[in-house]
């Protein structure tokens, strides 16, 4: 049986390369076409007259490597952005042109981010940029765009965006404010805050909880733990520990995920009556809830953007569901509110030119609708590219959805005191 | 003061009853077919995903997967030893290290590609719960842990103690030569001292899912803690392993509470340190048991 099997084998041999040649051209064949509909679609046709009815908008967000998974997310919620404003009719100042979305992998790596982002703007006509939800990378992207005078607008909150820059946009909330967010927080659970701050020995956690410690005194916060602890730690039950030892109410870790899902079982298996605030980060994924379950009940945050705040708000996270199978997190949220920030500059320069952009979002006042509908509930830019409007919100687990519970203005629900 | 304490203890104990699973298989490897296993972490966290998918996908409990994990990681580990780990022995030791190291990074990464970075849990319906007394607590998913640990090392000291394979390991890792002459056949003994080692692991990843995350990089956590309790309790001690590793669970601890949270492992460090300047041969008394 065998050998019959090698003999056919053999005797097919000089049949394979005739075999072989026959996908192959199917191939070339699929090649060949392919290109001609790409050209129809991407080339041949814009020349014929489409490109000023298009209007092209670079998107920076990775979609591979470590930050892939928000990044994938962040694209969704781009591409749901134009089409919503191509929906509602485009930019009537340049007769009805449409927003089109051209998508750059900066693959979670800062040198990829550069040559990207030079690359997006040298290869196509852009009239502007968002991106790159993570500040590490959205600082490198933010440079390139200054030097070549394209404007980005960004939902990252690091400060150092808005030193000396005249192209980059930031419509939500600073870091520095999320530390004093976190704090006043913290009165919402105790009228007197015992505040116990833990934090990874890193830079990240070193930068933040001096953050939180400098401006406690002046929000009338007591800390009484202040601890650094080693990152990737085996077992939370020692610190945790501690943190009942100081008879602390109310519990701020400024740890990656992996910590902090440990720090969170361990208070519920001590059985801990103390609030936690996680600050700001991963924690605020829809995923993180399905990962930890019930754990996260109760455990507070600080956001940019959430997907409550405003009706506006919802109808946006009703339509991300519809596309991406979970309510809108906080950076999808805040990438359509920034591309009808975009959408609404163009209508009043009428224009698609970088520059007109650019000094159009410099006068931005929206107060209504899908640009206005973070936290704040109004975009102005001020000199450095901030808004002058823009604040951080509370929010907080509450029956597996995270609920907007701070400042008062934005709270959707009373805190849930766990 | 006093409770906390003895919290601290209890915390301390029920985490080194992890590291012992993760030492002994070192330690088992070393002892038996003399060399040093720098891919054991990798093989919890194989054991890990292999419970968070039997858990997701079929709905197993993690700690009932162990009946999975446990022969799945003795099977992987009787091949290793078969295909690479036979042909790589010999009077030189540098194969072997630069061995066992590539399979650390070709599983590391591999579990990257496949999984991801993610973090993966599981919530069962004990992950959350705790025993209390006396001001004490016990959280429920690491004293099952601990148990299960305790009894699988105790198992494997009856094995090694009572039946003709165990003695004919113990003999091995006594004297290969001496034992190869009395009709032991080596290999048979390295392959099954090897896939005991990997079931341990497999065993460590199983009791771990149930209150820890799995990602690519768990083992590595797990593993520097192994090798010092190795160290610590004699190279290729099984009992020393698993003392030095409670030891080592309860001075972490005990450090975290009174020194400072990031500096834990600074005393089980210290006490390293200390252990083989004055006994140079671990606690174990650098015998082989």
Redesign the interface.
């Known amino acids: 049986m065998s050998r019959e099997r090698q003999t056919s084998h053999r005797v097919e041999l000089p049949d394979h390369g005739l075999a072989l040649s026959k996908p192959q051209s199917r191939r070339k064949i699929l090649q060949k076409a392919g290109g001609v509909i790409a050209a129809g679609a991407f080339g041949a046709v814009p020349l014929r007259g489409w490109a000023a009815d298009t209007i092209n908008i670079g998107g920076l967000y990775p979609t591979t490597g ?1 930050m ?2 928000i990044g994938v997310g962040c694209v969704a919620a781009a591409k749901m952005a134009a089409e919503m404003v191509n929906e509602a009719g485009g930019i009537k100042s340049l007769g009805g042109a449409k927003l089109n979305v051209i998508i750059s992998d900066i693959q979670s790596d800062t040198t990829v981010t550069r040559t990207e982002t030079d690359r997006l703007i040298n290869g196509n006509k852009l009239s502007a940029i968002h991106g790159c939800y993570a500040s590490a990378l959205t600082l490198i992207a933010s440079e390139v765009c200054e030097r070549a005078k394209v404007p980005i607008i960004t939902g990252s909150s690091s400060d150092q965006l808005n030193k000396g820059r005249k192209y980059t946009f930031t419509p939500f909330a600073r870091a520095s404010q999320f530390a004093q967010a976190q704090l006043q927080m913290s009165k919402l659970v105790s009228d007197k805050p015992k505040v116990a701050v ?1 934090f990874e ?1 890193t830079a990240f956690g070193t930068s933040t909880s001096n953050g939180l410690k400098e401006q406690a005194p002046g929000e009338g916060v007591e800390i009484v733990m202040f ?4 990152a ?4 939370a ?3 945790i ?2 943190v009942k ?1 100081s008879g602390a109410n109310t519990l701020f870790a400024i740890s990656y ?2 910590d902090l ?2 720090i969170v ?2 208070v ?4 801990l009556d103390i609030a936690i605030n996680g600050g700001s980060g991963g924690f605020t994924m829809p ?1 993180f809830y399905k ?5 996260a009940e109760g455990l507070q945050g600080v956001a940019h953007w959430n997907h409550d705040v405003n009706d506006d708000a919802q109808k946006v996270s009703e339509r991300f569901k519809q596309v991406y199978g979970t309510f809108a997190f906080e950076y999808a949220g805040s990438i359509v509110a920034q591309t009808f920030m975009l959408a609404d500059a163009m209508e009043r320069a009428a224009s698609a030119d970088p520059q007109k952009v650019r000094d159009a979002l410099s006068t931005l006042d929206a107060s209504s609708g899908y640009a206005a509908m973070g936290p704040g509930s109004r975009v102005k830019f001020g000199p450095e590219g901030k808004n002058v409007y823009g604040r951080p919100v509370g929010v907080q687990w509450q029956n597996g959805d995270l609920v907007s519970i701070f400042p008062k203005e934005d709270a959707r629900a009373p805190v849930l005191k766990t | 003061m006093l409770e ?1 304490v003895a ?2 203890v209890i ?2 104990l ?2 080194g009853g ?1 590291y012992a699973l993760v030492s002994i298989g070192v330690t088992l490897i070393f002892g038996v077919v003399k060399i040093v296993n720098f891919a054991q972490g990798e093989f919890v966290m194989i054991g890990m995903y292999l419970s968070f998918y039997l858990a997701t996908q079929f709905g197993l409990d993690p700690l009932l997967s162990l009946f999975v994990t446990m022969p799945a990681l003795f099977a992987a580990g009787v091949l290793i030893q078969h295909f690479l780990i036979r042909r790589v022995l010999g009077p030189n030791d540098m194969p072997q290290i630069f061995l066992t190291f590539a399979l650390s990074l070709l599983l590391l990464n591999l579990a990257l590609m496949l999984f ?6 599981v ?1 069962t319906s004990y ?4 025993l ?1 007394f006396a001001g004490l ?1 016990v ?1 429920v998913a690491k004293l099952i842990a601990f148990v299960v640990a305790m009894a699988l090392s105790g198992a494997l000291w009856v094995f090694l103690h009572t039946t003709d394979l165990g003695k004919a390991m113990r003999a091995a890792a006594q004297n290969r030569d001496v034992a190869t002459l009395m009709g032991i056949n080596p290999n048979r003994v390295f392959a099954v001292a090897f896939g005991a080692a990997l079931a341990l692991a497999g065993a460590a990843g199983s009791l771990l899912m149930p ?3 799995a ?1 690519p990089f768990v083992g590595q ?2 593993v520097l ?1 192994a090798f010092v309790a190795v160290v610590l309790g004699t190279l290729g001690n099984v009992i020393g392993a698993l003392v030095a590793s409670l030891m080592m669970g309860v001075a ?3 450090g ?2 009174f020194v ?3 500096s ?2 600074i005393v089980v460090f210290a006490m390293l340190l200390l252990t083989l300047a004055l006994k140079p041969t671990g606690l174990g008394g650098g015998r082989v048991r």
């Not at chain 1, 601890?227 to 080693?230: D, G, K, L, M, T």
């Not at chain 1, 990737?232 to 077992?235: A, K, M, R």
């Not at chain 2, 991801?116 to 849990?121: L, M, Q």
């Open positions: 470590s892939a998974q833990i020995n601890e650094p602890y080693s990737g730690f085996t077992d039950s020692p610190l520990n501690k030892a995920l992996n899902i440990l079982r361990t519920k298996q001590v059985g995923d990962n930890v379950g019930t754990a | 906390t919290q601290a915390n301390g029920l985490i992890i991801t970075a993610n973090y993966r849990t919530h992950s959350d719960a705790a209390h607590y959280p209150f820890y995350s990602y956590v797990f803690m972490e601890s005990l975290i509470q400072g949270a990031d834990g492992l």
